[in-house]
């Protein structure tokens, strides 16, 4: 799916474009962070077009570029799929939607206060941000994928964009991945970046000055 435009529809383009502040490049590729952001939005993007979710949660979306980035993909599959955000700020609601296929809808609150585990429970695909700590990660865990259904997909926004091994990452690996709650598919800058692809050079760069993350 590299050669389709992340965003589809030319009124989520302009909502992004004017509302969130964010540029679009050359009117197809869209970054989602500051951590290989470009990089991680095409893949966002390729993977909703692949596995053709139909119930999606996704956690802190702030302005809502993660959310418009799996609805152009939705909208591409031309499937069913239901969309629940959570966040604190309600930044995201003006892509609240209600069509014949797709259903989003913002919940705004403490994530930790509000979803059900009901929703969890039918979720194919889970979109994780928010507070990138060892408590919010300890209690995502414990809270959030212990209730998704078997091969269910996790895609956890800033992964590498942290120098966090102290925090997320082992708060994932203690009481995720160590429990066999999950199996880890990416984790670190040489699963994120074909061979091919850190020979010619990579246009996404980490954060300044930051350390990239080894995950094992």
Avoid at 47 to 57: A, F, S
Wanted: proline share 4%.
């Amino acid at each position: 799916y590299k050669d389709e435009a992340p965003i589809t529809s030319p009124s989520t383009a302009a909502k992004v474009g004017s509302d969130c502040k964010f540029k679009l490049l050359s009117g197809k590729n869209i970054a989602i962070g500051g951590a290989q952001g470009g990089d991680e939005a095409k893949l966002l993007y390729s993977v909703i077009r692949e596995l053709k979710p139909e119930n999606i949660v996704e956690i802190s979306p702030w302005y809502g570029l993660t959310t418009c980035i799996m609805i152009s993909a939705i909208q591409k599959n031309d499937t069913n799929c239901t969309i629940k955000s959570y966040d604190l700020v309600s930044t995201s609601e003006q892509f609240n939607m209600k069509t014949d296929k797709i259903t989003r809808t913002l919940f705004t609150g403490d994530v930790q206060q509000i979803i059900k585990p009901s929703d969890l429970e039918v979720c194919d695909f889970l979109f994780m941000d928010s507070a990138h700590n060892y408590d919010f990660g300890k209690w995502y865990c414990e809270n959030v994928i212990k209730h998704l259904k078997s091969g269910t997909l996790i895609h956890v926004h800033d992964w590498l964009g942290y120098d966090n091994e102290n925090g997320e990452m082992r708060a994932v690996r203690e009481h995720a991945v160590d429990t066999g709650m999950v199996k880890p598919i990416m984790n670190t800058y040489d699963d994120f970046y074909t061979e091919e692809q850190k020979q010619k050079g990579i246009s996404d760069e980490p954060y300044p000055g930051q350390k990239i993350p080894s995950y094992h």
